[in-house]
């Protein structure tokens, strides 16, 4: 137990360290200020070339956007999640002793090319992320977390981050052993976060990009819009689950476009009694569990 103790604090210190070196001290590899710069980039280009004209530059819910994207990138860490995720890994190291087993490395990728080694992390967590997302439509009890991120009714860049906390766990927790076992640590993530994050931004962003043919690969607004949807196809629980890559999506038929979607609105049935504010919309999917 005391082991487990010392996990906790040792976490806590430091990640406040991390956080407050994050945003003290700029670097290239300081994710705190390519957040800050990749959100200021599109943003600006919403402000230049926006593809809802009527759109304000403070759009519906752009404080509030803003709030989620620090907190779940940051505070929440700072909070619990870096803490428990520690105890978890912990844990789970001292379950594989049990059989004798110090990690489950399956495949080594260190000798690869470096390339190699960051485009199979980045196309294996996209499609784990895939499946993941579409799982939090199809599953009820998901989905009442998943409602945080598909309350939004205007969209732009940080809509991308407004998500529940409870998401973060699932999706980190579904992608460890399959990423442990090739072999990556968290350091692997930087860059491909750091693109993933500029692609989700562009995504959920007021701007009309499709990228051409490279449509077919990479998720874009176009396609996004129709994932936010109000009315989705008869018989589906959603469409366009792709987070940064489109090709699941066209590959596994759940592909829609019927059309550019410029002013479709945005949603789920029941939006008008959502809640509006930070902490309602997180306490709600607890709340109805108990209802």
């Known amino acids: ?15 406040f360290d991390y956080l407050k070196n994050e945003i003290l001290y700029p670097s290239w590899t300081n994710y705190f200020w390519w957040l800050l710069g990749l959100s200021a980039a599109v943003w600006l280009l919403e402000v230049v070339f926006p593809w809802r004209e009527k759109q304000a530059i403070f759009r519906k819910d752009f404080w509030l956007d ?3 994207m620090f907190f779940n990138f940051f505070l929440f860490s700072l909070i619990a999640y870096n803490a428990i995720s520690n105890i978890a890994v912990e844990a789970f190291n001292d379950f594989l002793g049990v059989f004798g087993l110090e990690n489950i490395v399956a495949l080594h990728v260190e000798t690869w090319p470096v390339w190699a080694q960051f485009l199979l992390l980045f196309v294996l ?5 895939w499946n993941v997302h579409r799982a939090l439509h199809k599953y009820p009890a998901l989905w009442e977390f998943h409602k945080v991120h598909h309350s939004v009714e205007e969209m732009g860049f940080a809509a991308h981050l407004r998500f529940h906390w409870v998401e973060t766990i699932i999706y980190k927790t579904v992608q460890y052993i399959p990423l442990a076992m090739i072999g990556f640590s968290l350091v692997d993530f930087f860059i491909v976060h750091i693109f993933t994050t500029a692609i989700g931004h562009l995504n959920h962003a007021n701007l009309k990009i499709t990228y051409g043919p490279l449509k077919y690969i990479l998720n874009n607004p176009i396609m996004h819009i129709w994932h936010h949807a109000k009315k989705l196809p008869e018989g589906t629980n959603g469409v366009n689950y792709g987070l940064t890559l489109s ?7 759940t592909a829609y476009i019927p059309n550019e979607g410029k002013d479709e609105p945005l949603g ?18 607890f709340i109805q569990k108990k209802k």
């Open 1 to 15: 137990m005391d082991k487990y103790i010392n996990v906790v604090l040792d976490a806590y210190y430091g990640y």
């Open 66 to 68: 803003g709030f989620y």
């Open 125 to 129: 967590a996209d499609f784990i992320q």
């Open 247 to 253: 090709v699941w999506d066209y590959l596994f038929g």
């Open 268 to 285: 789920f049935d029941g939006m008008e009694t959502f809640p509006k504010s930070f902490w309602s919309q997180v306490t709600y999917p």
